[in-house]
């Protein structure tokens, strides 16, 4: 995760027209998924003020999109901006990973004026939030306390899957937050019923990752799959209408939340394994609130728990349901506290 930095911008550059802004921020956030992106401003006195959400597809990329948040507020450009994107940011070029939007430091700073541009994955800001939830911003999903000091694991699906590592501080160590593209990792099945349903994706899109089940769009094409597999009817092709659906009493999108459930618990437990996330997980995203129901009394827990052996040792690690509204912020101020 790199910093770019430019000379601010003279009177012709594009971001002439917001130097005489009224409101003084420490820095601009922004967690910018494949379907939305959604803007902040940490304020000098530490605040964070919610700006506004724009449709990714409505703007023709990162730099126009910050030019008209800024324009819209009167805010002049911040000395830092700190921008959540979802896909991966370690190579150039850095593209969202289900959109068209490309990010650039350079032209950021030369079309918008602000001091500095800092791109991080969007589930690394997603990792920096756990250490600053307070008791209510989660529902626990179940399991002990967990470890204290341990590991602990953040993941959710959205429009796609990101997963991310949050790494406590020891031996005199600062905090660290691993992000990696485990969204693209393989989907295993746990039964036979798995095993079906996988096979009908399978031979739709070829290989089958978490994320073509574990998304919004994943949750469509397993309802796809259940309806085909029982000879039901297709349930809706968005997820809010087929979870709407579900809660009405249609039964091949009733299964389909349960299964989405299964899968992201068996999902979730294997992290848990490789990542040794012994201090508990949390879930997030789109999607997860929104299942809030399935997840707290469906197959969620029992499948990140059936793992064996280690059955035991993933009854301790404690599951939660983050419920605060767009979490990433607080992510992205301790990010922009630090950089600054």
Do not use: C
């Amino acid at each position: 995760m790199s910093t770019a930095g430019a000379s601010p911008s003279s009177a012709s550059s594009p971001a002439a027209w917001a130097r005489g802004g009224a409101v003084s921020a420490a820095a601009l956030l922004a967690d910018i998924g494949g379907t939305n992106a959604r803007f902040a401003l940490l304020q000098d006195d530490g605040a964070v003020a919610t700006l506004e959400t724009l449709a990714v597809a409505d703007h023709e990329g990162p730099e126009a999109a910050v030019r008209a948040v800024l324009q819209r507020h009167g805010l002049a450009p911040p000395p830092l901006a700190v921008l959540a994107v979802a896909g991966p940011v370690h190579r150039l070029p850095v593209r969202l990973t289900n959109a068209g939007w490309q990010f650039d430091r350079d032209a950021l700073v030369r079309e918008t004026g602000i001091g500095a541009v800092h791109l991080v994955n969007d589930f690394a800001a997603q990792a920096w939030v756990l250490p600053a939830l307070a008791p209510g911003d989660t529902v626990k999903l179940g399991g002990a306390d967990g470890l204290a000091g341990a590991v602990r694991l953040v993941l959710g699906p959205g429009t796609g899957l990101g997963v991310a590592t949050f790494a406590p501080g020891t031996g005199g160590t600062g905090d660290r937050v691993l992000a990696g593209e485990g969204g693209h990792a393989a989907l295993p099945a746990e039964d036979d019923r798995d095993a079906a349903l996988l096979g009908r994706l399978r031979t739709r899109f070829g290989r089958v990752s978490a994320e073509r089940v574990l998304s919004g769009p994943g949750l469509v094409a397993l309802g796809q799959a259940v309806a085909a597999e029982d000879d039901l009817p297709a349930p809706p092709t968005t997820p809010a209408e087929l979870v709407e659906a579900a809660r009405a009493g249609d039964s091949a999108a009733a299964e389909t939340l349960q299964r989405f459930a299964g899968f992201l618990g068996s999902y979730a437990g294997d992290l848990t394994l490789i990542v040794g996330a012994w201090g508990g997980v949390y879930l997030t995203g789109g999607i997860a609130p929104r299942l809030r129901p399935e997840l707290q009394s469906g197959p969620f827990r029992a499948r990140f728990e059936a793992k064996g052996r280690f059955d035991a040792e993933l009854q301790q690690v404690p599951t939660h349901l983050i419920v605060r509204p767009d979490p990433a912020f607080l992510g992205l101020a301790e990010l922009a506290r630090r950089l600054a």
